[in-house]
């Protein structure tokens, strides 16, 4: 009896050793990286807890404005301090002398120390003081840059944010070899140009340590940095510090709760300012109850009256403007007696100035008995419709996207396009017409060319650290058809009448110190706040007009009717473009 509970007995030990081999092998073989359902890296966290490092920089790539400068970091030097320290007799007294603070405030800090700080909020040096402290070359205490992102950065639905996320990124990098807590582009640029970002290693210095937090091979500070003296790369976006500045500030003082403001360089077809709102909110980003990340400036909205500059285009080609025809702008697109307005018999220029929705549901009408993809075709002609962000092959990268966009949109189904009263209603903006606010505004930048149409950039080169140049986002024009020279100039005239007009939707802005062309635009949502209708409303021009320079959008989206438009919106960013450019003069 004994010898069969011994053999029992000997085969529950063996079967325990065995399943503890088992476990042995899987923590330090087999799920060393991968370590339970959470994904846990055992090696990481085994160099975590015997080591105390400051991170100086996290190694991802940074995105600079046009002229250099950084958008979402700033590199401080400071001091750094190591808690074991307080283990030790150091020369306290002349650091406290060095930064001016006072020696009790210095020793008090790094008592209540349990890992390496930044001292102050921080303080940041000078360069005489970095000096000095390095000199001195007392263990624990170091005088250096470290790289702090911004909490509150210009642009940031553009930009776009960062996050940890190790199962993203093992499916978007199956075959790097990247560490469990490498950040990753969640939205925005910082999405699109992820893999240049992607960290090449940190730059930190690490303290070995025992387990009561003393010094495991002595006090000696490690700084570690990447190998690569190249890495990592910067993002020039196309951005201006000023401008981006300006335009934010004027967006929340208009009390833009939500909707936007694109500005584009009509030179190089490039973005100067973004914004949209409402903000991001940092402590829940993707809840879209409370802002969201979603940049409007790049989703489809219902455009209103601005589409009347398409079926305009149109109708120049297929000479339905004829001076002496007459419209009756008193009646609805029906045919029905208008209640709200009563403009009486207009001409196509007045009707224009004026936007008078029966003038262009007429038309519309017309062109669709003409070829029902006319209206389709001017939208592309203008860039209205498809991506307009900046595509093309380069790197290993094959139809790279600096942006990630809505492609907008005339008609949803062939049907629509010969039923008259949803052509009627496509020729005021309404029904299925969608687009996004950058590629209204790129329409604007499109007519003031001459019809040239280009895709647009917000970000002109990839550089490496040093600043020299990895590659270059070169302009390019969208492919396909374009409007002529001709109808480009009557649009042209076309637009500044609505302005200079005295009957004119955009006559508030006459008076600028820059010429401006433009179109406004009510676009009815369907949806209520209430019992009170709400409305995207628009406008969207270039000035000046004589020599045009910039292609401005402002939009104020799901507003009620009693709230202002977007005009007085536009007149206030371009009086301070103005004071820009001649400032700089």
């Not at 603070?101 to 390496?116: I, N, Q």
């Not at 000479?319 to 009646?331: A, G, H, V």
Request: glycine share 8%; with cysteine; proline share 5%.
């Amino acid at each position: 009896m004994w010898k069969k509970r011994a053999i029992i007995w000997l085969c529950l030990c063996l079967a325990g050793l065995m399943v503890l081999l088992a476990r042995l092998t899987q923590l330090q073989i087999v799920a060393t990286e991968h370590f339970t359902k959470r994904e846990i890296n055992l090696l990481e966290a085994s160099v975590s807890q015997r080591s105390q490092e400051m991170i100086l920089d996290t190694g991802r790539g940074n995105f600079l404005y046009k002229d250099g400068t950084p958008i979402t970091h700033q590199s401080k030097p400071v001091l750094i301090l190591f808690p074991f320290l307080k283990k030790m007799d150091w020369d306290s007294k002349r650091i406290s002398e060095i930064i001016g603070v006072s020696e009790y405030a210095l020793k008090y800090a790094v008592e209540k120390a349990k890992k390496p700080f930044a001292y102050g909020e921080p303080i940041e040096l000078t360069e005489p003081q970095m000096e000095k402290i390095n000199g001195l070359q007392i263990p624990g205490v170091f005088a250096v840059e470290k790289k702090y992102h911004l909490v509150q950065n210009p642009a940031e639905h553009l930009i776009g944010i960062t996050g940890e996320n190790e199962t993203l990124l093992r499916n978007r990098y199956p075959d790097k070899e990247l560490s469990s807590q490498t950040m990753v582009g969640l939205t925005g640029m910082e999405k699109s140009f992820d893999e240049f970002l992607l960290p090449d290693g940190k730059s930190k210095l690490v303290y070995h340590v025992d387990a009561t937090g003393g010094p495991l091979f002595g006090i000696n500070v490690k700084y570690v940095e990447p190998a690569n003296p190249f890495y990592p790369v910067n993002i020039k976006t196309t951005l201006d510090p000023n401008l981006q500045t300006v335009v934010e500030q004027l967006v929340d003082q208009h009390g833009i709760e939500r909707g936007g403001a694109v500005l584009i360089d009509i030179e190089t077809n490039s973005v100067l300012a973004m914004v949209s709102r409402p903000a991001i909110n940092k402590d829940d980003p993707f809840n879209k109850e409370n802002g969201g990340t979603e940049n409007l400036m790049l989703k489809e909205q219902i455009i209103g009256s601005v589409f009347k500059t398409v079926v305009t285009a149109a109708a120049i080609d297929y000479e339905l403007t004829n001076p002496s025809r007459q419209f009756d702008c008193s009646k609805t697109i029906t045919g029905e007696p208008d209640p709200l307005f009563q403009y009486g018999m207009l001409d196509f220029l007045t009707s224009f100035a004026r936007s008078c929705n029966n003038t262009f549901a007429t038309i519309a009408k017309e062109l669709k008995e003409i070829d029902p993809n006319i209206l389709g075709n001017y939208a592309e002609k203008l860039s209205l419709t498809g991506s307009v962000g900046w595509i093309g092959d380069i790197y290993h990268f094959e139809d790279f996207k600096q942006l990630q966009e809505d492609k907008g949109r005339i008609f949803l189904s062939e049907d629509a396009k010969k039923d008259n009263n949803f052509v009627a209603l496509t020729g005021i903006g309404q029904h299925e017409v969608r687009a996004t606010p950058l590629a209204v505004a790129n329409m604007m930048a499109t007519i003031a060319r001459g019809g040239t149409k280009e895709m647009v950039r917000v970000a002109s080169k990839v550089e490496y650290k040093n600043s020299t140049s990895l590659l270059d986002f070169k302009e390019q024009e969208i492919e396909g058809d374009t409007l002529s020279p001709y109808t480009a100039m009557k649009l042209q005239k076309l637009l500044r009448e609505v302005v200079v007009n005295k009957n004119g939707t955009g006559r508030s802005l006459q008076d600028l110190p820059y010429e401006v062309a433009g179109k406004s635009g009510t676009g009815e949502t369907g949806r209520t706040l209430g019992d009170k209708p709400l409305y995207n409303k628009w406008f969207a021009g270039y000035f000046p007009f004589d020599k045009p320079k910039y292609a401005l959008v402002t939009v104020r989206l799901g507003a009620t009717g009693n709230t202002s438009s977007a005009s007085p919106l536009f007149a206030d960013i371009v009086k301070e473009i103005y004071n820009h450019d001649h400032s700089q003069n």
